[in-house]
């Protein structure tokens, strides 16, 4: 019990760290494959960290050529509400060009809240099941 | 169990976000919570906290002001700003209701809230800010029993 205390404290502790450190901002890689752009993101994703990344996915998707975009959320340590905002959005705009945006990689409480707003049911595909894939 | 308060008060911008939620943990590790505590907390207060700086200031600087209090195993917190209020409180906690849509913003942040914590109550009034009150039992482990 008492070894699960500690394991809490760390926890918090490399939480606060990263915080500090300054990791609190989104990283993004990308990989393009024919008309699949996989993008896998690192950090906190909130409504601060939101802006950028939006400006950054719409100045991908610019190109036509995408028509499937894969999020993989394997790096994202946390996510609130924002985070839904840019995937809806992006979403729409895949939709609209009748391509499909796909997530992959999400932890059990970015999961959670993805799967709150129903936002698994809306992509078609099932939560968890691809939980730790990477495609970047 | 000990109780204990603290309050913090900080500019309502964006970049306060992620402080405010790892000060509300930080706080909240005294009750032992689990990861999974830690992280409904810290999820809640990043919701509470942005709906003041994007709904409470609008784009205004304001300031920001989170108290959180430990009593018994009870973790509380209000986060409160001085904007300009939500008319209908009712309205705003619908699920995927949102007044700023161009924002792209998903309407979820109290239900969020509301699924995360124990209990939310809203204190609202139009042109005098709004506050948000959140509360959040944590389980006893161990010695804390």
Same mark, same amino acid.
Request: proline share 2%; net charge negative; glycine share 10%.
């Given at each position: 019990?008492?070894?699960?205390?500690?394991?809490?404290?760390?926890?918090?502790?490399?939480?606060?760290?990263l915080?500090?450190?300054?990791?609190?901002?989104m990283?993004?890689k990308?990989?393009?494959d024919?008309?699949?752009?996989?993008?896998?993101?690192t950090g906190?994703?909130d409504?601060?960290?939101?802006?950028?990344l939006r400006?950054?996915?719409?100045a991908?998707?610019?190109?036509?050529?995408?028509?499937?975009?894969?999020?993989?959320?394997?790096?994202?340590?946390?996510m609130?509400?924002?985070?839904?905002?840019?995937?809806?959005?992006?979403?729409?705009?895949?939709?609209?060009?009748r391509?499909?945006?796909?997530?992959i990689?999400a932890?059990?409480?970015v999961?959670?809240?993805?799967?709150?707003?129903?936002?698994?049911a809306l992509?078609?595909?099932?939560?968890g099941?691809?939980?730790?894939?990477?495609?970047? | 169990?000990?109780? /204990?308060?603290?309050?913090?008060?900080?500019?309502?911008i964006?970049? /306060?976000?992620?402080?405010?939620?790892?000060?509300?943990?930080?706080f909240?590790?005294q009750? /032992? $919570?689990?990861?999974?505590?830690?992280?409904?907390?810290r999820?809640?207060?990043?919701?509470?906290?942005?709906n003041a700086?994007?709904?409470g200031?609008?784009?205004?600087?304001?300031?920001?002001?989170?108290?959180?209090?430990?009593k018994?195993?009870?973790?509380?917190?209000?986060?409160?700003?001085?904007?300009?209020?939500?008319?209908?409180?009712?309205?705003?906690?619908? $699920?995927?209701?949102?007044?700023m $849509? /161009?924002?792209?913003?998903?309407?979820m942040?109290?239900?969020?809230?509301?699924?995360?914590?124990?209990?939310?109550?809203?204190?609202s009034?139009?042109?005098?800010?709004?506050?948000?009150?959140?509360?959040?039992?944590?389980?006893a482990?161990?010695?804390?029993?």
């Open positions: 019990m008492q070894g699960a205390k500690n394991l809490h404290r760390i926890h918090l502790w490399y939480a606060i760290y915080y500090v450190k300054g990791d609190a901002c990283q993004i990308t990989r393009r024919g008309a699949v752009l996989a993008v896998h993101l906190e994703l409504h601060h960290s939101a802006a950028p400006a950054e996915l719409d991908l998707l610019q190109d036509d050529g995408i028509g499937h975009l894969v999020l993989d959320l394997g790096g994202v340590s946390f609130d509400s924002s985070g839904l905002g840019v995937v809806l959005g992006r979403y729409k705009i895949l939709k609209a060009r391509g499909s945006l796909r997530i990689g932890s059990k409480p999961e959670r809240i993805l799967k709150m707003a129903g936002v698994y992509l078609g595909q099932q939560e099941m691809e939980r730790g894939a990477s495609h970047v | 169990m000990f109780d /204990n308060e603290m309050q913090v008060s900080f500019l309502g964006s970049q /306060n976000e992620a402080f405010a939620r790892m000060a509300a943990a930080a909240a590790s009750l /032992n $919570p689990t990861i999974e505590e830690l992280t409904d907390i999820t809640a207060v990043s919701e509470a906290v942005t700086i994007i709904h200031y609008g784009g205004k600087r304001g300031i920001v002001t989170m108290r959180c209090t430990i018994d195993r009870c973790f509380t917190v209000t986060v409160r700003d001085e904007g300009k209020g939500i008319a209908d409180v009712s309205l705003a906690m619908q $699920p995927f209701y949102t007044s $849509p /161009n924002l792209e913003r998903s309407g942040g109290f239900a969020v809230m509301e699924a995360f914590m124990d209990r939310v109550t809203v204190e009034e139009l042109g005098h800010g709004t506050a948000v009150t959140m509360e959040k039992q944590i389980a482990v161990g010695c804390d029993e």
